[in-house]
């Protein structure tokens, strides 16, 4: 079945250091890739929506320019997390959809800033 | 604007007993209705979906029916095991636009 890969799984830093995530689609071509936020015990909080060769749509209250979200290709979306702080730690999660089927989702990524 | 409710948890049970997740929604026009199961430290894996009303998803032993008149799509399972515990949410997708709007979610401890 569809696969999207999410790297790295965890990752720990400093704060004021800058964080890439990456999500891959690796066995089809994701029309749009999502970005989502989940605090300890909440549900997912949905960050943007991102399509390749053009700007991420972003919800309201998130930060563009504290989370930027690069999708330079049909598969493959990257948020970068811009000078970290404590409040940033928290578990993201990309998924990819191609056409009206089901969104995939990746493993997530859990952030801790120091 | 759209939203999905279901119930709070935790949900504890003992194996092979009988599970119903409740899920409410509410939405314009005709939204597709999910169920994603998140296993601890993972991400999520759609178990099932219905797209119309009265359509039933089914999957691993797990069924819900898309109820428009009760705008409602409760999780059922008939024998829960071991194996089944997780966070269960129940998701909408409305029309025009495919981004998924989640319930809180309901984390389900099965004891043997």
Not at chain 1, 82 to 103: K, L, M, R, W
Request: aromatic share 10%; hydrophobic share 35%.
């Amino acid at each position: 079945g569809a696969v999207v890969s999410q790297h790295p799984s965890r990752v720990i830093c400093k704060s004021g250091t800058s964080v890439k995530i990456e999500c891959r689609s690796l066995d089809f071509q994701a029309t749009t890739m999502f970005w989502y936020r989940q605090f300890p015990k909440k549900s997912l909080m949905l960050m943007a929506t991102s399509n390749e060769g053009s700007k991420a749509t972003y919800e309201q209250g998130v930060e563009k320019d504290k989370f930027l979200i690069n999708h330079a290709s049909l598969t493959l979306s990257t948020l970068t997390v811009t000078s970290a702080h404590p409040e940033d730690s928290s578990f993201y999660i990309c998924s990819a959809e191609v056409g009206n089927q089901p969104q995939h989702f990746g493993d997530g990524t859990r952030l801790s800033i120091l | 604007g759209n939203s999905v409710t279901q119930m709070e948890g935790p949900v504890t049970l003992s194996e092979e007993a009988f599970l119903t997740i409740n899920c409410t929604y509410t939405a314009t026009g005709y939204p597709s209705l999910f169920w994603y199961v998140q296993y601890p430290g993972e991400g999520l894996q759609l178990l099932l979906k219905a797209t119309k009303a009265d359509d039933k998803g089914s999957n691993k032993g797990f069924e819900a029916t898309y109820r428009k008149e009760t705008t409602s799509f409760h999780l059922e399972k008939g024998s829960v095991q071991v194996s089944d515990s997780a966070v269960y949410f129940c998701a909408l997708s409305g029309i025009g636009g495919t981004a998924l709007i989640f319930g809180k979610g309901t984390t389900l401890s099965v004891s043997s």
